[in-house]
């Protein structure tokens, strides 16, 4: 399963990447009202579940020896490839959109999005709680699937505790709580997709069997349809139920775009151009993340004629997708000159 997961999933985390830049190009690049979007709605309930949910799936090592020194290593290693490279691209895109870099310094601190940077840092996060969750697993003298369940069912709630508040008394978190400023509450949004994506590899022999029967992924389709329909059409949830639909539609699409990679595995292979160029871009993702911020362009007119006008989905998404593609693509050239340098490649990037 090793070489067939590693290519189609990487080609899909390629593809999630294109929705993220395509999300940041539409959003600040053009100046698009989500609202006015016809796109935007459904790439905001698509991407960053799918990126974290392709984390999560990477994550579990079935042979991993989780011993104390393992455990340590682990940390440090993802603390030194995704930490510096984040101070440093953020210094750099602070430097370019502040014209006094205390003020952007100042945001960034107090900002669960870190100006755009968050991902990397959240990501970390996730990574050293499951670290240290599966360090503890596997002194464990019985294997079960109890653990990693009780894991996700206490990240699902940490994600209804932000939507539901009137229920757990959870008070909106001003600006200087450090939920923001650790950007912890991105985790708690995001922590349980994370989770879902490592508990569908550790038993993908069941998950396969699942989405191979021919009712689920009908049943799927026509249960996100639905809920599609009650969040921008009909909103008959009402109060504590509204996020109800909202969370399944990003369960489904996420499964939805799974299954479809996996079902067309051999054209997103490295034998095809298309397998070929999304893998790429799935292995760049640091790269392309940390520098895309930069280079994003200053179209706001595109922005002003989508707000105004009657909106189309296709003219939205292809406009977005294209000027990613391009953004996309200057990234990879940056980052290709940088990694000449071998202290650039090993510092900036994770890559000896």
């Given at each position: 399963m090793k070489s067939e997961r590693m290519e189609w999933i990487d080609a899909m985390r390629g593809f999630t990447?294109?929705?993220?830049?395509?999300?940041?190009?539409?959003?600040?690049?053009?100046?698009?009202v989500e609202k006015a979007s016809s796109a935007l709605p459904l790439l905001v309930l698509l991407r960053m579940p799918l990126f974290f949910f392709i984390s999560g799936f990477l994550s579990y090592k079935p042979d991993m020896n989780w011993t104390n020194g393992r455990l340590g290593m682990m940390i440090?290693?993802?603390v030194k490839i995704q930490v510096l490279p984040t101070i440093v691209f953020l210094l750099i895109?602070?430097?370019?959109?502040?014209?006094?870099l205390g003020d952007g310094i100042e945001y960034a601190i107090t900002s669960p999005t870190k100006a755009g940077y968050w991902f990397t840092w959240v990501l970390l996060q996730m990574f050293v709680?499951?670290?240290?969750?599966?360090?503890?697993?596997?002194?464990?003298?019985?294997?079960?699937?109890?653990?990693?369940?009780?894991?996700?069912?206490?990240?699902l709630a940490a994600y209804a505790i932000l939507y539901m508040p009137?229920?757990?008394t959870f008070p909106k978190p001003n600006v200087s709580s450090w939920l923001n400023i650790t950007s912890f509450i991105q985790t708690m949004r995001y922590f349980h997709f994370f989770i879902l994506g490592n508990i569908v590899h550790r038993y993908w022999q069941r998950w396969q069997q699942l989405i191979d029967s021919r009712w689920f992924f009908p049943l799927l389709v026509v249960i996100v349809v639905m809920c599609c329909i009650d969040i921008f059409k009909w909103h008959s949830m009402k109060f504590q139920w509204t996020n109800l639909?909202?969370?399944?539609?990003m369960y489904g699409?996420?499964?939805?775009?799974?299954?479809?990679?996996?079902?067309?595995?051999?054209?997103?292979?490295?034998?095809?151009?298309?397998?070929?160029?999304?893998?790429?871009?799935?292995?760049?993702?640091?790269?392309i993340y940390l520098i895309h911020f930069l280079l994003l362009p200053n179209l706001k007119m595109v922005g002003d004629f989508i707000n105004v006008n009657k909106h189309n989905f296709v003219i939205d998404v292809t406009e977005?997708?294209?000027?990613?593609?391009?953004?996309?693509?200057?990234?990879?050239?940056?980052?290709?000159?940088?990694?000449?340098?071998?202290?650039?490649?090993?510092?900036l990037f994770g890559r000896k």
């Open positions: 990447m294109i929705l993220v830049v395509a999300y940041h190009v539409s959003i600040q690049g053009f100046g698009e440090w290693k993802k895109s602070l430097i370019m959109r502040y014209k006094y709680i499951y670290y240290v969750f599966s360090y503890f697993e596997s002194k464990m003298k019985h294997k079960s699937w109890i653990p990693i369940t009780i894991l996700w069912v206490v990240a009137s229920w757990f639909p909202r969370t399944t539609v699409l996420l499964l939805i775009c799974f299954m479809t990679f996996r079902h067309y595995k051999d054209t997103f292979s490295h034998a095809t151009r298309i397998g070929r160029a999304l893998s790429y871009i799935g292995v760049r993702t640091l790269d977005s997708v294209v000027v990613a593609l391009l953004v996309i693509g200057f990234c990879i050239i940056i980052s290709n000159i940088l990694r000449v340098s071998p202290l650039f490649k090993k510092y």
